[in-house]
């Protein structure tokens, strides 16, 4: 495991905003990025959002950005990185900010809309940037060693087409939303769309739905990292 997760659900409040953040950092080559990511983008994200009068998107970009910066300063994060989903919630809107493979899912009502985006070389979009930047894809890997597109650090591969740009979406909040989850890659190897409905369903309340979430995923002998968070938004 070299995941590290960020959870405050009340990282600024004033008159017109209640905003809540978590987020899972899935590290890979060591655990050093995912730890200082989660240890480090609560006061840069703050700056960016009072600095910008709480333009969202605007200062998640900036956030993720000052973050690679501030890992590639360091010089010592070649061979190593890390995914990160993030989830935003500012009063009744919810934004996803994702790099890499750590997927996020919104359910409401009877539904369920994946919220993040897949950054890794099966994704054919991905594919035609990383050509477009000069990028090589080999082995079934980027450059033969990351089978992920975007990411933090891995500031040996930034030259191939590497880039820590999230994909941002946004929905509201309404009677009919249920939860967010957010997991590791290793949870969707095991768990499907209709498996993770089913154990909503059943479950009901959040902690309930993580624990069985990472039960199933070890029980289907998951191979990778399973870190969980559900947010409950609706009983």
Known sequence: MEDYTYINPNLLTTQDHKISVFAIFDGHGGNEVSQFLSLNIESILIKYITQSNYNIKESINKTFLELDNLLKSQNKFQKIGSTATLILIDNNIIYC????????????????????KDHNIKNEKE?????????????????????????????DLKENGLVCIPSISRVSIDMESKYIVIASDGVWDAIKDKDLMEICKKEKKSENIAKKLIEQSLYRFSKDNVTTIVIQLYD
């Open 97 to 116: 900010a994702n790099i890499g493979d750590t997927t996020c899912y919104y359910i409401y009502n009877n539904n369920i809309n994946k919220l993040s």
């Open 127 to 155: 594919i035609v940037r990383i050509k477009k930047s000069n990028g090589l894809i080999f082995n079934n890997r980027l450059y033969g060693v990351l089978n992920i597109t975007r990411s933090f650090g891995d500031f």
